[in-house]
């Protein structure tokens, strides 16, 4: 590879490895080590840095992938605490996201499930019953 | 109370004074030497880790795409991940690595027999074939390596893996 697109592709598994890392901390991070909004706010913001510094379409498009499924993680925490308003503002944003990924089915009821799965996939069990 | 012999005693010679300066600069040397192969591992060794790890993120999410997306952005998404990993692919690339390439080309061309395009779907199995062949392992049929793939996929939605 030369120069340039060395660059390039040293740039994106940067933005990727930083994409993973946020992910680690998010999903893995058990409730004790920081309250789970905190880390989930925290993953939000890394995302969205990540995405406006990106230029690579590729990162882009996994970036809105994982702010999608963090809006919908914020939707319902924010739904099981009562923030009907805030978890109705965070699942229109997952929607948009879903919508712009192509996506054939990004009702509210999909993006749970989906969602959901993702998060048992990384979740420890322990973790899993303290967060219920 | 000090006399003067045995402040002179106690002066360094010109000999020792070099010595010294002898001995520091190579002691210096050495460090940095060894400082500097030493980081030069570690960096190595993050950038080897990194980049065996970092493209599965864009894996996994192709996968996700094939499943939910339309054909376009499932395309758009199975095309990025084997354009990049290809790109990467080291002199002796990993089997994992082949593996995905070929679950990738198999997964573009079943997505095209979804819509009808036989020309395409041969050429992405042609390329399926190839890394197939890579492995070192046994390739049956375009046909049973196209169902082998989609039966994989199937039970791994069926166990909740995306």
């Not at chain 1, 969205?48 to 963090?70: H, M, P, T, W, Y």
Request: glycine share 4%; with cysteine; hydrophobic share 40%.
């Amino acid at each position: 590879m030369l120069g340039p697109e060395r660059n390039r592709v040293e740039s994106e598994l940067a933005d990727l490895s930083a994409v993973q890392t946020l992910q680690l901390f998010a999903r893995i991070a058990p409730n004790e080590v920081e309250p789970q909004d905190k880390l989930l706010s925290d993953e939000i913001k890394g995302l969205e840095q990540i995405k406006r510094r990106s230029n690579v379409q590729e990162v882009r498009s996994l970036v809105d992938f994982d702010l999608g499924l963090a809006y919908v993680d914020a939707a319902m925490q924010n739904g099981q605490d009562d923030h009907k308003e805030l978890a109705k503002t965070y699942m229109q944003s997952a929607q948009v996201l879903f919508e712009s990924l192509g996506w054939r089915d990004y009702s509210e009821k999909m993006l749970k499930t989906i969602a959901s799965q993702e998060l048992s996939r990384w979740r420890h069990p322990q973790t899993k019953a303290r967060g219920k | 109370m000090e006399t003067s012999a045995d402040q002179s005693e106690r002066q360094m010679t010109p000999a020792a004074k070099v010595m010294y300066l002898l001995a520091l600069i190579i002691g210096l040397s050495f460090g940095a030497v060894f400082g500097f192969w030493n980081t030069g591992l570690i960096l190595k060794s993050y950038y080897s880790t990194r980049r065996s790890i970092a493209p599965k993120a864009l894996y996994d999410f192709s996968i996700v795409q094939y499943r939910y997306a339309d054909a376009e952005h499932a395309r758009t998404a199975l095309l990025s991940f084997a354009g990049f990993s290809e790109k990467l692919e080291a002199p002796t690339p990993y089997e994992v690595e082949q593996l995905e390439l070929f679950n990738t080309y198999a997964r573009l061309a079943l997505l095209e027999d979804s819509e009808n395009n036989a020309r395409a779907s041969q050429g992405y199995m042609a390329k399926a074939r190839y890394w197939c062949t890579a492995t070192g392992r046994h390739c049956p049929s375009d046909s049973e390596m196209k169902a082998a793939v989609k039966d994989r996929d199937e039970l791994l939605q069926r166990l909740g893996f995306q």
